[in-house]
């Protein structure tokens, strides 16, 4: 396993994480090394509550889109909020989360970028070249580039002259979701899978459900941090 986070007893550098970053971006596998057919797939989520990160994720099955398996981690927070450096904040939360877990996803939403970052390595990027498992960025906000063509279904992403992602329609009348490559899968193929994953929302059911625990354990856990 690949470190991605500074130990607590050495203080932040934004150079050092830039170097890192600039490293793993490199090592992101852009095509499909996903084992076929998908039986599993999992959603992975971050929340915050006070100086505390929650990591979730969902495991549901791809035929059925039904859940299967929920792990959430309780993780303190040891790295400071960084615009394009936002991985390394949710990195712990989410590693501790999917280690709990006794099913392996054949491939894991993120909610977040993959490649679709000015550095080519956000969240979802991050995560898979550090677990060595295959990943897709699925983000609700565009971070880079902009959006190009006229499709109904997906656009392209396109930034410094490369596609890196696409806007996906996946509920009629709602705002796109970012999709991106995250480690692992190619654009083609992490697009359909997330349309494959959408029912009836504009997130797609891993997510969703990944959020929504997630936020239970925050409202679970705030009152706890507040009490006297």
Same mark, same amino acid.
């Given at each position: 396993?690949? =470190?991605?986070?500074?130990?607590?007893?050495?203080?932040?550098?934004?150079?050092?994480?830039? @170097?890192?970053?600039?490293?793993?971006?490199?090592? *992101?596998? !852009?095509?499909?090394?996903?084992?076929?057919?998908?039986?599993?797939?999992?959603?992975?989520?971050?929340?915050?509550? =006070? =100086?505390?990160?929650?990591?979730?994720?969902?495991?549901? /099955?791809?035929?059925?889109?039904?859940?299967?398996? $929920?792990?959430?981690?309780? *993780?303190?927070? @040891?790295?400071?909020?960084?615009?394009?450096?936002?991985?390394? !904040?949710?990195?712990?939360?989410?590693?501790?989360?999917?280690?709990?877990?006794?099913?392996?996803?054949? *491939?894991?939403? $993120?909610?977040?970028?993959?490649?679709?970052?000015?550095? !080519?390595?956000?969240?979802?990027?991050?995560?898979?070249?550090?677990?060595?498992?295959?990943?897709?960025?699925?983000?609700? @906000?565009?971070?880079?580039? =902009?959006?190009?063509?006229? &499709? &109904?279904?997906?656009?392209? $992403?396109?930034?410094?002259?490369?596609?890196?992602?696409?806007?996906?329609?996946?509920?009629?009348?709602?705002?796109?979701?970012?999709? /991106?490559?995250?480690?692992?899968?190619?654009?083609?193929?992490?697009?359909?899978?997330?349309?494959?994953?959408?029912?009836?929302?504009?997130?797609?059911?891993?997510?969703?459900?990944?959020?929504?625990?997630?936020? @239970?354990?925050?409202?679970?856990?705030?009152?706890?941090?507040? /009490?006297?």
């Amino acid at each position: 396993m690949i =470190e991605f986070s500074l130990p607590p007893n050495i203080s932040f550098s934004l150079e050092k994480a830039r @170097r890192v970053q600039t490293a793993l971006s490199k090592m *992101v596998i !852009r095509e499909d090394r996903i084992n076929a057919p998908i039986k599993y797939v999992a959603g992975v989520d971050v929340a915050y509550a =006070e =100086e505390y990160a929650i990591g979730a994720v969902a495991v549901l /099955s791809y035929e059925t889109l039904e859940p299967v398996e $929920v792990k959430t981690a309780l *993780v303190k927070v @040891r790295f400071p909020y960084v615009p394009t450096l936002l991985s390394f !904040r949710e990195m712990p939360a989410a590693v501790a989360a999917i280690k709990k877990l006794e099913i392996k996803p054949n *491939v894991f939403l $993120v909610d977040g970028q993959g490649i679709a970052h000015p550095y !080519r390595l956000g969240f979802a990027s991050h995560l898979g070249v550090t677990l060595n498992v295959p990943t897709i960025g699925v983000a609700k @906000r565009l971070l880079c580039g =902009e959006v190009l063509g006229d &499709s &109904s279904v997906w656009r392209p $992403v396109v930034h410094e002259g490369e596609v890196v992602g696409g806007a996906v329609y996946t509920k009629h009348g709602t705002k796109p979701i970012y999709v /991106s490559i995250g480690h692992m899968v190619s654009l083609e193929t992490a697009i359909k899978i997330v349309l494959a994953c959408t029912r009836g929302y504009r997130i797609p059911e891993p997510l969703r459900l990944s959020h929504i625990s997630a936020e @239970r354990i925050k409202k679970e856990f705030v009152p706890h941090i507040n /009490s006297p």
